[in-house]
């Protein structure tokens, strides 16, 4: 019988993030379909209340958590501590978690301290013959494998954005506090802030609708000999103003700027899509001057629906990566598409 443990970390504002919400929609599917399983909630933070509040009808058995100052912020030795504390009181052999940056460094080492496993990456969880089978992408989402465990306690993080997340309306909550004494060491590491853009200048969107790439086209010659890079920054920058889009990247347009290239500014390698870049989750993608190569596109698995503007009609996009490939200049299709996007706004 699997006891099923959904563990979560509070937000610097005391809730839960869409991803642990996730997670715990993914947990309580598995709950569902194991016969005689229990479903258990661990939340840390500094304070644990508001997030065990939300989640207080979701048919969890019990609310565990470990709170404090100590556990406002990411820090490997507490995080940890506070983790292995939790799986122990819920007698956890299964556990669930959101793949957040914070637990992402800690909870693979949780798993080797209880004598379990961990895996990362999980997209899906499913019951077959009774047995728990996780999915998960290899060699950068060209592989789908389908692993089961015998090793207890499992640690299964689950990537942001591959769960339905679970919706239900908040209560107040019985937590049972989880207490657990820390040495000074474990309180060695402080963080002193965090450093990020400032909110306009941030191009990366999880949560948008569409995932807009620019290629290194952008910045080659066009028709009159000349490159146009000023301009093609303004089309792009007026598409994600008006489409809330998230910002993608080529590889070659984000290295031309290490090779002293003139480039589009507010571009970084957290943009690059592909093989050796990310593999966001987006309804909708459109690649604008961008050639449509494999070690490009394997990062568009998640993307649902592709289209492509290109002038090259024997680019990649139009040999199947696409759904839609528009064989046409792209300075001339975003000054339209904005021109009606502003309309739309407006
Ligand atoms: C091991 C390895 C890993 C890699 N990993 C990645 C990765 O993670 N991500 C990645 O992106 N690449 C990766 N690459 C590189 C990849 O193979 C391609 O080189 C790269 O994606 C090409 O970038 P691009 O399409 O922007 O540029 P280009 O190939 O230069 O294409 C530019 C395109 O712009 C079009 N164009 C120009 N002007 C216009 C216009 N006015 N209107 C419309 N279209 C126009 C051209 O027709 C052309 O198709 C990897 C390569 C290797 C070997």
């Known amino acids: 019988m699997e006891t099923i443990l959904f ?45 065990a509040n939300q989640l207080a009808n979701c048919g969890a058995s019990r ?38 940056s914070r637990w992402n460094r800690v909870l693979a080492g949780v798993a080797e301290r209880l004598g379990g496993r961990a895996d990362t990456h999980v997209t899906g969880l499913s019951v ?62 402080t963080v002193l802030g965090k450093r990020e853009p400032a909110a306009d200048a941030q191009t990366i969107r999880p949560e948008a609708k569409l995932l807009f790439v620019a290629g290194a086209g952008w910045t080659k010659k066009q028709a009159d000999g000349q490159p146009h890079v000023k301009d093609a920054e303004k089309l792009i920058l007026d598409c994600l103003k008006y489409a809330r889009a998230s910002l993608g990247s080529s590889k070659s347009l984000v290295d031309l700027g290490g090779e002293g290239q003139a480039v589009l500014s507010f571009l970084t390698h957290l943009n690059q899509v592909g093989q050796t870049g990310s593999t966001p989750r987006h309804p909708k993608g459109l690649a604008t001057c961008c050639h449509g190569e494999e070690p490009h596109t394997v990062g568009w698995r998640f993307v649902s629906e592709r289209r492509a503007v290109n002038l090259d009609p024997n680019c990649g996009w ?29």
């Open 7 to 51: 563990l979560a970390h509070a937000e610097t504002d005391g809730s839960l993030s869409k991803s642990a919400f996730e997670a715990l929609g993914a947990a309580k599917t598995l709950s569902a379909g194991l016969t005689g399983s229990k479903l258990i909630a661990g939340l840390v933070g500094e304070n644990v209340q508001s997030a």
């Open 63 to 100: 609310i565990l958590g470990v709170s404090g100052p100590d556990f406002a912020q990411s820090r490997y030795a507490t995080d940890a501590a506070a983790a292995e504390a939790i799986c122990k009181s819920a007698g956890a052999t299964l556990v669930i978690a959101p793949a957040t």
């Open 128 to 189: 077959q013959n009774a047995a728990v089978s996780a999915n998960r992408w290899y060699y950068r989402q060209r592989m789908e494998a389908v692993i089961q465990r015998s090793a207890r306690p499992w640690v299964l993080l689950l990537d942001p954005g591959s769960q339905l997340a679970w919706q239900g309306e908040p209560g107040a909550a019985n937590v049972e506090t989880v207490s657990l004494s820390l040495t000074d060491a474990a309180r060695r590491t």
């Open 318 to 346: 139009a040999r199947g990566k696409a759904d839609v490939l528009y064989v046409a200049d792209a300075f001339a299709v975003m000054s339209k598409v904005n021109e009606l996007l502003a309309k739309t706004t407006a």
